[in-house]
């Protein structure tokens, strides 16, 4: 029986960079710690919301360590070790568990795709490169590539291949019956946590948890209690923070918030940039409105 990386909630969690674009470990550390603080039950370091694509191999490999110390083994680190080229996600997958990454999430190929038995081959390359578990993430609004259910079920029976991170929300149920039982589901749509979580999911990988973890987790925490109505009430709580949040490309928005909030993380690398005008008064009306305190 496969046991789960983490229930609860992870934060897929911006990168701080320098005014240079260097990667900042200082605030890097900063952020773990605020996460840590309010309950967060993972971390999830240079996924697609941590700015993956635009940084360079060793730097990656870099913030990865600098993670996995700072963390100290309190939660799990997470790292981001997807590529569009299934070799340099094998060298990113191998490098990560060398500095001491607790788990991989590897999104699809992007840009040059591939068909569903092309994942089975990539991701079976990828499982034999590492002993550490591994979260496929399916975002195909992103990618425009879906894992199929049918094409899930093959993977989950590989031993290290141990959950998913499904954002195409209509296939959910399909997933869970095309998988593995001791295959997990979390999701990566922060606006409709708990229909996953009604289809046997056990958390969220998330974004809006960089504003306000100790909410997300409790939200999760709260449905695989049993109470339900605390989770309704933070989902619906949610709606409006989530909407500003995702208003441009992700993360460009949370990192505007998290600057409003006074976290000083800086700016998106190019080619994404700052958040425009429209973008940062629904950020700020959100934030008010859901009773968020500047640091």
Not at 98 to 105: H, N, Q, R, T
Request: glycine share 8%.
């Amino acid at each position: 029986m496969r046991e789960p990386i983490f229930r609860g909630a992870a934060t897929a969690l911006i990168t701080p960079f320098t005014p240079t674009g260097e990667v900042n470990t200082e605030k890097l550390g900063e952020l773990l710690e605020f996460q840590i603080t309010e309950g967060i039950d993972a971390v999830v370091i240079l996924g697609t919301t941590g700015e993956s694509s635009t940084i360079l191999t060793d730097d990656h490999v870099a913030t990865i360590k600098a993670a996995v110390e700072f963390v100290n083994g309190r939660v799990p680190v997470i790292s981001g070790a997807g590529s569009n080229s299934t070799a340099e996600a094998m060298h990113l997958t191998r490098k990560c568990e060398e500095v001491g990454a607790d788990a991989i999430l590897s999104v699809t190929p992007y840009y040059n795709k591939t068909s569903q038995a092309g994942l089975v081959a990539h991701y079976t390359a990828i499982a034999k490169e590492t002993t550490l578990p591994i979260i496929l993430y399916n975002v195909p609004s992103r990618t425009k590539l879906n894992i199929e259910p049918e094409t899930a079920g093959q993977l989950s029976k590989i031993e290290n291949i141990v959950a998913v991170k499904e954002c195409n929300t209509e296939q959910i149920g399909a997933v869970r019956n095309a998988t593995e039982p001791d295959f997990q589901l979390y999701t990566g749509e922060d606006g409709q946590i708990i229909p996953l979580l009604g289809w046997g999911g056990i958390g969220v990988i998330s974004v809006l948890s960089n504003v306000v973890p100790r909410d997300v987790h409790t939200l999760v925490t709260s449905w695989l209690e049993g109470d339900y109505e605390t989770a309704r009430r933070l989902q619906l709580k949610a709606l409006p923070l989530v909407k500003a949040l995702f208003s441009e490309v992700n993360p460009i928005p949370v990192k505007e918030a998290l600057n409003m909030l006074g976290f000083d993380i800086g700016q998106p690398k190019l080619p994404l940039v700052r958040a425009g005008e429209a973008t940062r008064q629904m950020l700020a009306t959100a934030l008010k409105e859901y009773g968020v305190q500047p640091r």
